[in-house]
């Protein structure tokens, strides 16, 4: 085992997917799984199969899609979350199952209701049955870093006389500092013993913005995996961000001496399509992926850029796949270069989705006379990724008429062999628009958030809305695009209406009876 190779372990598609206001789709999470393998990362945490049938449905076919990295699914350490995790993992190349418990006195009391000694039962149980089931099994002890320094060297024993290979020190709230952070880390490693096959791992939140540096005091005190996301995307503040994880090892290799596999000119592809996908934007100075992380306005810093790089840049923009130039396509352009692009971006398409997405792109073109990269990415997120065969409702056709202050809309949806069409008022179009849906549904489906984008400034440009809708206390995301902003509005409304159908269903609720009774 080389000692110096840091594992990335990606909770892209479990902490991230977690945060509020996030909930993908099982084509939507393969697509993200895919990227992550051409990244090179070393596990991927596909998911909490014992959470919902949703979850265990997506950890199983992220386990059939991608082959080369680990895959692990969560577990809490109950019987039914560890065979939910080993049934999930059943067809994976290389399956890990990640059982947890809490460790803190806090948790024990006020949340589990257990004594240390339960806990400890329950870990040497538990861990033990994961083993009988897979040969790579990782312990997390959740609240690790508010958890007695004792109790914690305990129960990491016991988790090894089990059978675990991975020991996770998570600091759940993000209440750690980075150099109590970093003793505590090299306390655990040295009393906990276990020898050089066991390795140790961090999993830190943001809560006070030092997931990351946390994450890399624990790197220089002995721990061989981090936990992380792209975007930093998780449970309230977020976890540590991969991205600036993997170039701090990188560019500061001199000081942290280590190694990932992590193929960087992937970073930024991967993060932008975790944030179109996932509908949360990448801040502009967000480091190593924002737009302008690599943009240098002030005149002496572009004097200095001009006679050396260096001056101002400690990264090259290619080291992390950040574009340089934007390859346009247009109406002469052929499916080759279409898909060759389409590649680039990270998207896998099956051979009809693409077929698809192509016929769209010329449509396009015949509307606008540049099609942007921007423009093909709403076109297959929108167009092709969202579009699930378990669409309930899907637009037939709309009509707006506005004067001023006041608007009307007519809109028809087709429901399976049914069309149904209503019409109400509001005091714009998208507002009678959204009536006339709620109308058509007969759900009192509330709108939490509304944002549109364009993808470039020209007018011309396609319109990206991104909503969130509530209902019964789910909460789904919709998205919709068009050169025509009433019709992308419309589209995101109904497409997060289909999402609310396969969140209810994934959590076992029927909406329809919900709304009859
Ligand atoms: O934050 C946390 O403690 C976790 C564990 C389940 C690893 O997400
Ligand atoms: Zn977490």
């Given at each position: 085992m080389n000692q110096d190779h840091v594992r990335i372990f990606d909770t892209t598609l479990r902490d991230g997917e977690q945060a509020a206001r996030i909930n993908l789709n099982t084509a939507e999470k393969i697509q993200i799984a895919r990227q992550l393998e051409k990244l090179r990362v070393d596990i991927v945490e596909a998911g909490f199969p014992a959470a919902s049938q949703g979850d265990m449905e997506a950890v199983k076919a992220i386990s059939e899609a991608i082959r080369e990295p680990v895959i692990t699914g969560l577990a809490r350490c109950s019987g039914n979350d560890v065979d939910a995790a080993g049934k999930a993992l059943i067809n994976a190349s290389r399956p890990r199952i990640h059982t947890f418990i809490a460790t803190s006195d806090i948790h024990l009391r006020d949340k589990l209701k257990m004594t240390r000694k339960e806990v400890l039962e329950s870990v040497q149980k538990w861990v033990s049955h994961a083993r009988s089931i897979v040969r790579d099994v990782e312990f997390s002890a959740e609240d690790a870093s508010r958890t007695d320094i004792d109790f914690l060297v305990e129960i990491f024993q016991a988790a090894i006389a089990s059978g675990a290979t991975t020991l996770n020190i998570p600091d759940t709230v993000g209440y750690a500092v980075p150099h109590e952070f970093a003793e505590m880390v090299r306390e655990v490693i040295k009393r906990t013993g276990g020898g050089k096959d066991i390795i140790w791992s961090v999993h830190a939140h943001n809560d006070l913005g030092l997931a990351v540096i946390n994450s890399l005091e624990a790197i220089r005190n002995g721990v061989r995996q981090v936990e992380c996301t792209i975007n930093g995307i998780g449970e309230r503040a977020g976890n540590a961000s991969l991205e600036e994880v993997v170039m701090g090892l990188r560019t500061r290799s001199d000081h942290f001496g280590v190694q990932t596999r992590?193929?960087?000119?992937q970073l930024y592809s991967t993060s932008h399509l975790v944030s179109k996908l996932t509908g949360f934007a990448v801040p502009p100075n967000k480091a190593i992926v924002g737009s302008n992380a690599f943009a240098h306005e002030a005149g002496i810093h572009q004097h200095g850029m001009l006679c050396n790089r260096s001056t101002y840049e400690i990264m090259n923009p290619e080291d992390v796949g950040a574009p340089s130039t934007d390859l346009v396509l247009g109406k002469h352009s052929g499916h080759h270069a279409f898909r060759e692009k389409v590649e680039d971006m990270g998207y896998r398409l099956s051979r009809d989705e693409m077929k698809e997405a192509f016929s769209l792109f010329k449509e396009l073109c015949d509307r606008k006379e540049i099609v942007s990269t921007e423009d093909i990415e709403i076109l297959i997120i929108d167009?092709?990724?969202?579009?699930?065969?378990?669409?309930k409702y899907i637009l037939k056709d709309f009509n707006v008429h506005t004067t001023r202050g006041q608007a009307s809309a007519g809109i028809s949806l087709r429901n399976g062999e049914t069309i149904i069409s209503d019409a109400a008022t509001g005091n714009g179009p998208i507002d009678a628009a959204y009536a006339a849906i709620r109308r058509i549904i007969d759900m009192d489906t509330q709108l939490v958030s509304y944002q549109i984008d364009a993808?470039?400034?020209?007018?011309?440009a396609i319109g990206e809305a991104h909503i969130a809708l509530e209902l019964q206390g789910l909460v789904s995301q919709g998205r919709g695009a068009s050169t025509d902003i009433v019709e992308a509005s419309i589209k995101a409304y109904i497409n997060a209406v289909n999402r609310l159908f396969q969140l209810a269903a994934a959590r076992g609720i029927d909406l329809e009876i919900a709304k009859a009774s």
């Amino acid at each position: 085992m080389n000692q110096d190779h840091v594992r990335i372990f990606d909770t892209t598609l479990r902490d991230g997917e977690q945060a509020a206001r996030i909930n993908l789709n099982t084509a939507e999470k393969i697509q993200i799984a895919r990227q992550l393998e051409k990244l090179r990362v070393d596990i991927v945490e596909a998911g909490f199969p014992a959470a919902s049938q949703g979850d265990m449905e997506a950890v199983k076919a992220i386990s059939e899609a991608i082959r080369e990295p680990v895959i692990t699914g969560l577990a809490r350490c109950s019987g039914n979350d560890v065979d939910a995790a080993g049934k999930a993992l059943i067809n994976a190349s290389r399956p890990r199952i990640h059982t947890f418990i809490a460790t803190s006195d806090i948790h024990l009391r006020d949340k589990l209701k257990m004594t240390r000694k339960e806990v400890l039962e329950s870990v040497q149980k538990w861990v033990s049955h994961a083993r009988s089931i897979v040969r790579d099994v990782e312990f997390s002890a959740e609240d690790a870093s508010r958890t007695d320094i004792d109790f914690l060297v305990e129960i990491f024993q016991a988790a090894i006389a089990s059978g675990a290979t991975t020991l996770n020190i998570p600091d759940t709230v993000g209440y750690a500092v980075p150099h109590e952070f970093a003793e505590m880390v090299r306390e655990v490693i040295k009393r906990t013993g276990g020898g050089k096959d066991i390795i140790w791992s961090v999993h830190a939140h943001n809560d006070l913005g030092l997931a990351v540096i946390n994450s890399l005091e624990a790197i220089r005190n002995g721990v061989r995996q981090v936990e992380c996301t792209i975007n930093g995307i998780g449970e309230r503040a977020g976890n540590a961000s991969l991205e600036e994880v993997v170039m701090g090892l990188r560019t500061r290799s001199d000081h942290f001496g280590v190694q990932t596999r992590i193929e960087t000119s992937q970073l930024y592809s991967t993060s932008h399509l975790v944030s179109k996908l996932t509908g949360f934007a990448v801040p502009p100075n967000k480091a190593i992926v924002g737009s302008n992380a690599f943009a240098h306005e002030a005149g002496i810093h572009q004097h200095g850029m001009l006679c050396n790089r260096s001056t101002y840049e400690i990264m090259n923009p290619e080291d992390v796949g950040a574009p340089s130039t934007d390859l346009v396509l247009g109406k002469h352009s052929g499916h080759h270069a279409f898909r060759e692009k389409v590649e680039d971006m990270g998207y896998r398409l099956s051979r009809d989705e693409m077929k698809e997405a192509f016929s769209l792109f010329k449509e396009l073109c015949d509307r606008k006379e540049i099609v942007s990269t921007e423009d093909i990415e709403i076109l297959i997120i929108d167009e092709i990724l969202a579009i699930t065969p378990e669409r309930k409702y899907i637009l037939k056709d709309f009509n707006v008429h506005t004067t001023r202050g006041q608007a009307s809309a007519g809109i028809s949806l087709r429901n399976g062999e049914t069309i149904i069409s209503d019409a109400a008022t509001g005091n714009g179009p998208i507002d009678a628009a959204y009536a006339a849906i709620r109308r058509i549904i007969d759900m009192d489906t509330q709108l939490v958030s509304y944002q549109i984008d364009a993808a470039s400034e020209k007018s011309d440009a396609i319109g990206e809305a991104h909503i969130a809708l509530e209902l019964q206390g789910l909460v789904s995301q919709g998205r919709g695009a068009s050169t025509d902003i009433v019709e992308a509005s419309i589209k995101a409304y109904i497409n997060a209406v289909n999402r609310l159908f396969q969140l209810a269903a994934a959590r076992g609720i029927d909406l329809e009876i919900a709304k009859a009774s």
